[in-house]
């Protein structure tokens, strides 16, 4: 059974260009959640998705983050017009049924913006 | 929102001891989970434990709820226990986890 994957594993991207990070979820599993660890820090949470809803987006920043988990296909989150600030691990998490479960972590999409 | 706190910051041990890691939280949970995330970045699930006591090899984990702490033991601790304990929590009226700060564990030879 295979855990949650995320692609890519490292991502490379010039201030102002685009940056999109993908995860598909354990299978089985209808949730997603999307967090982000700065340097240095912990990890924060950005948005709660299951399938075409976006459920909790609280933790997202107002302007140029954007996700969606279609029907088909893994889960996206897109960073438009990225800066330096942006620069970040980004994990993905999945759970079969939501807030009462245990979430299982990809293993990260490193984010670098030159 | 719900605060999580873990002491120490910092852990340096030597091969062999033993450890504990404490994890304070401020509200209510659903869920509380332990995390180790190694040198490389990885996070490894070590335990979904919102309650009771856990136990996995070397390590073992207990929560009292009540009390709003969970503790995480590692016993004979190996170099390889090195990196980066994360407790976590999901509080009864959402569903994101909120982590804490975590502790930096170094296990010299």
């Known amino acids: 059974n295979a855990g949650v994957m995320q692609n890519p594993r490292h991502l490379v991207r010039r201030r102002g260009q685009e940056a999109r990070l993908r995860c598909s979820p354990m299978?089985?599993?209808?949730?997603v959640y999307w967090y982000r660890q700065l340097p240095e820090e912990g990890l924060k949470f950005m948005v709660y998705l299951q399938k075409e809803n976006i459920i909790d987006e609280s933790g997202m920043p107002k302007e140029r983050f954007s996700a969606e988990f279609p029907k088909e296909g893994p889960s996206i989150l897109r960073i438009q017009q990225v800066v330096r600030g942006d620069s970040a691990a980004y994990f993905c998490a999945s759970s079969p049924i939501g807030r009462r479960d245990t979430q299982y972590f990809g293993p990260g999409t490193r984010l670098t913006v030159l | 929102g719900i605060q999580v706190e873990q002491s120490p910051p910092d852990l340096i041990l030597q091969e062999g001891a033993n450890s504990t890691l404490r994890c304070n939280f401020s509200d209510s949970v659903n869920n509380l989970q332990w995390f180790h995330q190694n040198p490389w970045g990885q996070l490894i699930n070590l335990f979904y434990i919102p309650s009771g006591t856990k136990q996995n090899g070397r390590l073992s984990a207990t929560t009292v709820a009540t009390e709003r702490y969970s503790l995480l033991y590692i016993s004979s601790s190996q170099t390889t226990d090195s990196g980066v304990y994360f407790c976590a929590v999901v509080e009864t009226s959402g569903s994101r986890l909120t982590f804490g700060e975590g502790t930096q564990l170094t296990v010299n030879p």
């Open positions: 299978k089985g599993h209808s949730h």
